[in-house]
Every structure is written in C-alpha cells, then in structure tokens.
Nanobody, 125 residues
C-alpha cells in the first residue's frame, strides 16, 4: 500500500523560509516522477513543482524563483523549500507520485495517482 505523508507545515512569517517533507512508504521515489501541489482556500488545486528520475525539476512559472524541490532516494523522501514566504503561499500543500515511471513528469495533476493528506502552511504578514 502506497502512503505519502507530508510534514513541516505550520505558521510562518512573510519573508521567512519553510521546508516541507514527504515520506513515502510502499513506493520508491527513486526513478519515479513525484511532485508538490497546493490548494488555497476558495481556489483550485495548482501545481507547484515536479522532479523526474534524473532529478530534473519543473516549476510553476510564478514560483520558480522562490521554490526548490528535491528528493532523497536513500531516505525515500521528497522535499520542498520555500524562500521569501508570501501571504499568497498560504495553502494546503500536497505531495504526489505517479503510478510508475520517471521520464514523463509534467506539472499536471492528472498524471499523479498517489496523494498525501496535505500539510497546512499559513503565512502571516
């Protein structure tokens, strides 16, 4: 059974940094496409970043300057580092993984089969 568990969310001040983590079980992040998505109140869920089998990342255009995605195959974890937090970053952040495969890794929710429960990030200004 695949499980993705996010951690690291919480409250933070604007201008600060936050690192989110996602621990996978029953699934190997190595060689597979994994990513982060987020959903703000009253808005649709949107893509943040994905990372493929070569550790090549794709970011939402408006976020690439402040967000860094990475994965640790040895620890079987996925991370998202957010710099210079803004109030509009407040959202529930979800870790996601494809059923299999790591080459095709677009920032497209329909490509992802497994989802975590999400972790809340609240940014105060």
């Amino acid at each position: 059974q695949v499980q993705l568990v996010e951690s690291g969310g919480g409250s933070a001040e604007a201008g600060g940094s936050l690192r989110l983590s996602c621990t996978a079980s029953g699934y190997s992040v190595r060689g597979n496409c994994v990513g982060w998505f987020r959903q703000a109140p009253g808005k649709e869920r949107e893509g943040v970043a994905t990372i493929d089998y070569r550790h090549t990342a794709i970011y939402a255009n408006s976020l690439r300057e402040r967000f860094t995605i990475s994965k640790d195959s040895a620890k079987n974890t996925l991370s998202l580092l957010i710099h210079n937090l803004k109030s509009e970053d407040s959202a529930v952040y979800y870790c996601a993984a494809v059923a299999s495969g790591g080459y095709w890794c677009p920032l497209d929710q329909s490509n992802f089969s497994y989802w975590g429960q999400g972790t809340q990030v609240t940014v105060s200004s």
